[in-house]
C-alpha cells in the first residue's frame, strides 16, 4: 500500500455561515490528500467531479482554469459539474446541506471518495486533481450503464431521458442524479479572472432514489423550459446534461479533509454527459406522399412516400387510408427512399391519407395528410367514362383532373 502525504500550500475562502460579512479568506493552509489505495492500470468508470465555487473567490479561478485545461487535454476520463454558490440557491443548497460545505474552491470527487480544498495555481490543482481522478477512476465499482440523451423540443425546452441497467447478479440500490448545465455561462457567471463558469449547473432534471432488480432497468424522461426557471438564455447549442449514479452504500467523507466538516458520502459507480444534436437522437422529419387527389370507387390507386431520418436511420411507416383501413408500421426503408403503396376505395367520399414515420429508436415524425376526393360521377350511365374506368385507370384519373370532375 501506498500512502501519498503532500502537503501544499493553499489558499481557501472559508464559509462560516451565510451572510456575505461571516466570510473569510484563509491561507497557508495545510490539507491533507486522502490516503490512496493501490491504484490499478484501468480506470473502471468515469468519475464525476462536483465543483463548489462562488464568483468572488479569488482562488476558484486556479481551480476552474486546472478543470478546463484538463478537459481540453482530454487525458482523464471524468465530467464536471460547476456549482456557483452565489448565483444559483439550487446548488448553494446542495453543496451546504448534501456535503457541508467549508469553503471554495472544493471538488468532491466521485461523491466523496476524495475531496480537494483549495487551489495554489493552475499547475498544482492540476496535479491534485490528476491524482484524485487516477484514484476515484481505479476503484472497483458496481456494474451500471447509463444511457442518457437530451434533445431540444421548444427555443428553451428541453426533454431529458434517462435509463440505468444493473448489470449485477443482485440488485442494485442507490441515487440518479442528473444535471442541466451550460458548457458556458450564459448568465455572466465568471470567476475573480473574468472567465465564464463552464460546466455551470442550472437545475436537476433526476434527483431520484434507485432500486434495481438483477438485469434490470430504471428509466424515465423528462421536459425542463429554461425560460420557466429564470432561464431564457439557454440554447441547444450551450446545452449539456451529465448523470451519475450514486451508490447507497454510506462512507463518512469530509469538506475539510482529513477529519472536519464530515457528510454521508455515496460513492459514484458511473457518469456520463450528453448533449444536445449530435449525440442525441430525433425523430424523421414530416413524410411527403405524392399521388392523386381525385378518384373513382374500386380503382386501385398509387401514392409514393418518402421520409429522412436527421440521423440517417431507417424508417418504416404507419399509413391511414381514411376508410377505416391502415397499414401498420411497415418496413423499414432507407432514410429518404421512395415508397410505393396503393389503395382502393370501394365508396365515394373526401378521404383523408395520413402518414407517418418511425425511426429505429422508435422517435415518430408528425403526421402527413393528403386528401383524396372520390366524387359520385355526375352521369353514371356515361359508356365511355365507365370503359375508361375498367381499363385506364390512370388515364381517367387524369381526364378527371383535366375536366376538373
Ligand atoms: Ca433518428
Known amino acids: 500500500m501506498k500512502k501519498i502525504l503532500s502537503i501544499v500550500v493553499l489558499g481557501i475562502f472559508i464559509l462560516s455561515g451565510f451572510g456575505a460579512g461571516a466570510l473569510s479568506n484563509i491561507e497557508n493552509n495545510a490539507v491533507f490528500e486522502n490516503e490512496y489505495n493501490e491504484i490499478n492500470e484501468r480506470a473502471t468508470h468515469t468519475v464525476l467531479g462536483e465543483y463548489g465555487t462562488a464568483t468572488w473567490c479569488g482562488y ?12 481540453a487535454e482530454g487525458q482523464l476520463d471524468f465530467h464536471y459539474i460547476t456549482h456557483v454558490y452565489d448565483k444559483n440557491t439550487v446548488s448553494s443548497s446542495y453543496l451546504v446541506s448534501h456535503y457541508n460545505l467549508y469553503g471554495f474552491p472544493t471538488l468532491w470527487w466521485d461523491g466523496g471518495l476524495d475531496v480537494d480544498v483549495g487551489a495554489g495555481s493552475v499547475p498544482t490543482a492540476k496535479s491534485t486533481y490528476t491524482n484524485s481522478i487516477n484514484y476515484c477512476g481505479s476503484q ?71 432500486s434495481i432488480s438483477s438485469g434490470g432497468s430504471w428509466s424515465d424522461s423528462m421536459t425542463w423550459d429554461g425560460s420557466s426557471h429564470g432561464y431564457p438564455t439557454v440554447t441547444e447549442e450551450n446545452t449539456i446534461v451529465i448523470a451519475a449514479a450514486y451508490n447507497d452504500e454510506k462512507h463518512t467523507g469530509y469538506s475539510y479533509p482529513p477529519n472536519s466538516n464530515p457528510f454521508d458520502a455515496y460513492y459514484v459507480d458511473e ?43 431507417d424508417v418504416s411507416f404507419y399509413v391511414q387510408w381514411g376508410d377505416d383501413q391502415i397499414e401498420e408500421w411497415f418496413g423499414p426503408y432507407n432514410s429518404g427512399e421512395d415508397v410505393l403503396i396503393s389503395h382502393t376505395w370501394s365508396e365515394t367520399g373526401i378521404y383523408f391519407i395520413k402518414v407517418k414515420a418511425r425511426d429505429t429508436e422508435g422517435e415518430e415524425s408528425s403526421w402527413k395528410t393528403l386528401t383524396l376526393n372520390i366524387p359520385r360521377p355526375r352521369n353514371s350511365n356515361n359508356v365511355l367514362l365507365n370503359i375508361l374506368t375498367e381499363r385506364f385507370p390512370n388515364l381517367y384519373t387524369l381526364l378527371i383532373k383535366l375536366l376538373g370532375l
Open 271 to 313: 457518469c456520463v454527459a450528453a448533449e444536445p444534436g449530435a449525440g442525441a437522437n430525433e425523430p424523421p422529419n414530416t413524410p411527403s406522399i405524392e399521388g392523386p387527389s381525385k378518384g373513382v370507387p374500386d380503382i386501385e390507386y398509387e401514392f409514393t412516400i418518402a421520409a429522412t431520418d436527421p440521423n440517417n436511420d
Open 140 to 210: 472497483s465499482v458496481e456494474d451500471v450503464d447509463i444511457d442518457l440523451t437530451v434533445s431540444f423540443i421548444g427555443e428553451t425546452e428541453m426533454k431529458v431521458d434517462c435509463t440505468v441497467t444493473n448489470n449485477e447478479g443482485s440488485t442494485y440500490g442507490g441515487t440518479i442524479q442528473v444535471a442541466i448545465c451550460e458548457k458556458v455561462s450564459s448568465r455572466g457567471w465568471t470567476d475573480t479572472g473574468g472567465a465564464l463558469y463552464t460546466m455551470t449547473f442550472l437545475d436537476w432534471a433526476f434527483k431520484e432514489p434507485l
Open 60 to 71: 476558484c479561478r486556479y481551480a476552474h482554469g486546472a478543470l478546463k485545461e484538463l478537459t
